[in-house]
């Protein structure tokens, strides 16, 4: 049985840092691209960015590129969200995802690539 736990979500002023964890288990995790979506109140779920299978490279939707950097370690089985210079804008639940085919590469920004994904974290950004 695959799971994903986040953590590392809470409540936090604007222009400070977060850095959010996902915690995989039950498959091979070094295996696949892994994402990260987000769902803010009222709003449907959106990409915030992926990573490929390797770790060597990322791809981020264009509201968090320069601010939010995504890393992997497959030895821990865990794939991590660093986010700095939070905005009010970014308060959501932040999902991790994993996808659904092998060796993938990072640019993975549709749901329907995705197969497995975690119960989310909350994050909140005060003004």
């Known amino acids: 049985q695959v799971q994903l736990v986040e953590s590392g979500g809470g409540l936090v002023q604007a222009g400070g840092s977060l850095r959010l964890s996902c915690a995989a288990s039950g498959r091979t995790f070094s295996r696949y691209a892994m994402g990260w979506f987000r769902q803010a109140p009222g709003k449907e779920r959106e990409f915030v960015g992926s990573i490929s299978w390797s770790g060597t490279s990322t791809y981020y939707a264009d509201s968090v590129k320069g601010r939010f950097t995504i890393s992997r370690d497959n030895a821990k089985n865990t794939v991590y969200l660093q986010m700095n210079s939070l905005k009010p804008e970014d308060t959501a639940v932040y999902y991790c995802?994993?996808?659904?085919?092998?060796?993938?590469?990072?640019?993975?920004?549709?749901?329907?690539?995705?197969?497995?994904w975690g119960q989310g974290t909350q994050v909140t950004v005060s003004s």
């Open positions: 995802a994993s996808v659904r085919a092998l060796y993938s590469g990072d640019f993975s920004p549709h749901e329907y690539e995705y197969d497995y």
